[in-house]
């Protein structure tokens, strides 16, 4: 499930490599009602079965009819991929190389095709996918409204819990300073700020991380990297909206919008 196999159609065209282009055309018209494509044909050793060449439908009508059919093809080895390839590398396969349908081969022998149909219903899925760990749960199996309650709850209580755990560090954080809030009543104004900054810019980085995850930028293994590049990003961040905030208190207190008490001195 989820790999080239499971998603790959048989009903392709390809043709033996000592046919001719005209003979390749009247085999597509023959055949076309029962393919899933008939853009990219694919060009097989007549022995071995080994796919040797691809080309495009577009290349093929350009010959002459006599000419042989790997004189249209390009004189390069096809992309392809194998069984067991993911959907999310097929996707990027096709991307990249701009095709139609990529081949899926298993030791030189093409089995199938998977086309550009199925890969973009396979990119909604994943990003689907990708919006719902975003959001802090699991990945829906089923649409939205076709989701049972029971099962909605296990998607969503998982995630909520550990968050709500990580924000009781921020209460407990918050006692230890208790004895200056007590001297500092106007302090805590600024919480609800700061703890909203706090998750404006974990979402920021939230969002990038997942984004960089699903475009296989990152792995899971480079969780290290990660950090350290967040960890002074996160610091200058956090000084840039200190130096927004002591400018806004100034700013604020001089205009007498807003008397911050003997503190303020």
């Keep these: 499930e989820g790999s080239a196999a499971s998603i790959m159609t ?9 046919w001719t282009v005209g003979r390749t055309l009247d085999h597509i018209r023959k055949v076309e009602r029962t393919r899933e494509t008939v853009y990219a044909i694919y060009i097989v050793d007549p022995q071995t ?5 691809s ?7 350009t010959g002459e ?10 004189d390069r080895e096809p992309v392809t991929v194998t069984p067991l390839t993911d959907r999310e590398t097929l996707a990027q396969t096709i991307s990249k190389y701009d095709l139609h349908a990529v081949p899926v081969v298993d030791h030189g022998k093409i089995l199938g ?40 709850i296990q998607k969503r209580a998982g995630w909520l819990c550990a968050l709500f755990i990580s924000e009781m560090l921020t209460a407990n954080a918050m006692q230890s300073y208790e004895g200056e809030l007590e001297k500092a009543i106007v302090l805590t104004l600024f919480i609800p700020l700061i703890m909203s900054s706090g998750g404006n810019s974990g979402s920021q980085a939230t969002s990038l ?11 899971l293994g480079d ?37 911050y008490g003997p503190h303020w001195e």
């Design 209 to 219: 991380v997942i984004r960089a995850l699903a475009l296989r930028e990152i792995g």
């Design 113 to 152: 095709i998977v086309t550009i149909d199925d890969i973009i219903d396979t990119m909604v899925e994943e990003t689907t996918e990708d919006v719902h760990r975003f959001g802090g749960m699991e990945a829906l199996d089923e649409p939205y409204m076709k989701m049972g309650f029971l099962a909605m």
């Design 10 to 18: 048989t009903e392709f065209v390809s043709v033996p490599s000592d």
């Design 65 to 74: 009819p006599g000419d042989p059919i790997l004189s249209v093809a390009p």
């Design 49 to 53: 079965h080994l796919l040797v060449r």
């Design 55 to 61: 080309t495009g439908l577009r290349r093929l009508i």
């Design 223 to 259: 969780w290290w990297r990660v950090a350290l590049r967040e960890l002074p990003t996160g610091l200058v961040l956090g000084a840039i909206l200190g130096v927004v905030g002591v400018c806004r208190i100034t700013l604020w207190q001089y205009l007498g919008f807003y008397n």
